[in-house]
């Protein structure tokens, strides 16, 4: 089973295909999903003391994770908002399983390029467990 997601416009984000169907297939062809997520010191710190396996559990006011699928997106919250916020802002690039992945449909959270994953906080350790290989930090902001 493929990651894919209906999409109207025909303007794919970079990393993404159009599939005859009209939607966008998220998956690589080694089976798994490449996902960003704009994080903050605090959150990248405790990810690094996972091995750099692992989102740290939510906070009590924070109910979703929210993984991204494009870069440029997740550039822009690293820059604009974590750096504001603490001072910092990271690009993550991770891997997860496709098939694991495709249960979380694609949410358009604003324009036709911000689209995120929505995890309930109580999914994160099973969504961990189908992380494949490390989770990286691709930029940096300050």
């Given at each position: ?19 005859p169907s009209g939607e966008v297939d998220m998956s ?115």
């Amino acid at each position: 089973m493929n990651a894919v997601v209906p999409l109207a416009d025909p303007s794919v984000p970079f990393g993404l295909t159009l599939i005859p169907s009209g939607e966008v297939d998220m998956s690589s062809g080694d089976g798994t999903t490449v996902l960003w997520r704009p994080t903050g010191p605090e959150e990248l710190a405790l990810v690094r003391e996972s091995g750099w396996r692992r989102w740290p559990p939510r906070l009590p006011d924070q109910p979703i994770f929210y993984p991204v699928l494009n870069e440029d997106y997740a550039i822009m919250i690293a820059r604009d908002w974590n750096v504001p916020a603490s001072g910092a802002g990271y690009v993550t690039r991770f891997r997860v399983e496709s098939q694991f992945v495709s249960r979380y449909p694609v949410q358009q959270a604003g324009g036709k390029t911000i689209l995120e994953l929505w995890v309930p906080a109580e999914e994160l350790d099973g969504f961990n467990a189908h992380i494949v290989g490390l989770i990286e930090v691709v930029h940096e902001f300050h």
